[in-house]
């Protein structure tokens, strides 16, 4: 082969190089910008996961989820949309499209952030048991025998199915309002949740109390792979709001305490 039909190969690979490679087009805005564009932020949440997500008494979006959703519109100067999806279509609806942003109780998981990205966390939760303040338990142990109840899909669901001993009942619900149910009504002998929401039933009745801490749980803010420019914009936002003090106000408001400090990790 002479030198000129080398060169003429060389360059028809390196053309087909680049043209199969997915590139953003000249003047194509970046998700950031198409956010600032359009002049609103969608939010992909739940409305039935307390405290985090929940319908208040005027029947309006409620919850420590949705007050950084609203910290975060503020601050972009643009129009807040929320949209209700269910534990286990958190990620689906994200990846999808449906919305911009994923602000649901979503706990940080090495399997998960193989799909999306997280922001730097908003707050550190401890998983834990909550079992009516007549039982006591201890330990997984305690747990054999007794229905347990978690939110399908949920880190509670993870963390439980990884660590439980067998002879341990696991109940999966749609959502966590109804695990709360199942334990008000006596269908489960306990439910895995957060400290937070520990707080918002204890803080109603003294009937349930927490039994054993499990594992500490961060949890971000859920952005698609590839968009750095909004992680990038998230994660400063969050520190400011944690420097101005606004999100350990939101912080106290929904889950009745404040995190000392959060997990400084930046990519």
């Given amino acids: 082969m002479n030198k000129s039909a080398i060169a003429f190969a060389v360059s028809s690979v390196f053309c087909a190089i680049i043209t199969a490679t997915p590139v953003m087009a000249q003047g194509e805005p970046s998700s950031l910008d198409a956010i600032i564009a359009k002049g609103k932020l969608l939010v992909c949440t739940s409305f039935s996961t307390p405290p985090y997500g929940i319908t208040d008494a005027d029947l309006k979006p409620a919850g420590f989820d949705i007050a950084v959703a609203n910290l975060l519109a503020r601050d972009l100067a643009v129009e807040l949309e929320l949209v209700d999806v269910a534990s286990q279509a958190r990620i689906p609806s994200l990846t999808a499209g449906n919305c911009d942003i994923l602000i649901s109780s979503f706990g940080v998981t090495a399997e998960r952030a193989k799909t999306v990205w997280y922001s730097v966390p908003i707050y ?18 305690d747990l054999v025998g007794k ?4 939110t399908r899909g949920s880190t509670n669901d993870t963390l439980l199915t990884e660590k439980a001993l067998p002879g341990t009942n696991i109940m999966r619900f749609e959502d966590a309002a109804t695990g709360n149910q199942a334990l008000f009504s006596g269908q489960v002998d306990g439910i895995v949740s957060g400290t937070a929401a520990a707080f918002t039933i204890t803080k109603e009745t003294d009937a349930f109390k927490p ?18 420019d909004l992680l990038q914009w998230v994660n400063t936002e969050i520190m400011l709001l944690w420097n101005s003090g606004d999100l350990q106000a939101a912080q106290q408001e929904w889950i009745g305490t404040v995190n000392e400090n959060l997990p400084d990790y930046w990519f």
């Fill in 124 to 141: 550190v939760d401890t998983q834990t048991v909550i079992a009516p303040s007549s039982t006591t338990f201890s330990s997984y142990e």
């Fill in 211 to 228: 039994q054993f801490p499990m594992r500490t749980s961060p949890m971000g803010v859920g952005i698609r792979k590839g968009e750095s």
């Fill in 147 to 150: 229905n347990i109840g978690v």
